[in-house]
């Protein structure tokens, strides 16, 4: 009896468990299951960015400030940073851990990317920061 029980509870204890997850955003609402990979891609200007990372999906619809919080400008700005220190560290696995910065990344900054791609890089770095403690530079916000 007692084999049963255990079995039925371990039973209703994997059918508890669910990998594909409902989120909600920062009012309570309930969103969309999201996917895990982010795929930015303008045909006009022949780039695509697609970022893999488990997590971000989700943290963007739920934690990123919503689009137009920020300025365009400032986004370019911070990406710059970002992407400029992102690439110094990706050229000395030595000293930094190479599963994190597996390759650098090519921002142009004469090339305008626009808002939408602004967004998501930037959101990227933040989520990228506080989910795998790494410090890019200056302040990082939590959200």
Known sequence: MKTLVS???????????NSSKTIADNNGNALAKVS?????ANDSL????TIIDPGFSTWLAGRALPR?????SYLE???QFYVAEWNRRA???NLYDPNLYEMQINYDMNIHYGYEVNYLIYN???YFQNHY???????VPSR
């Open 77 to 79: 700005v911070k990406n």
């Open 124 to 126: 990227y770095f933040i």
């Open 133 to 139: 403690n790494q410090r890019l530079g200056g302040f």
């Open 36 to 40: 895990d990979t982010v795929k930015i």
């Open 91 to 93: 050229m000395q696995p």
């Open 68 to 72: 137009g919080y920020y300025s365009e």
């Open 46 to 49: 022949e780039y695509e960015v």
């Open 7 to 17: 079995v039925i509870g371990l039973f209703l204890l994997i059918i508890g468990c």
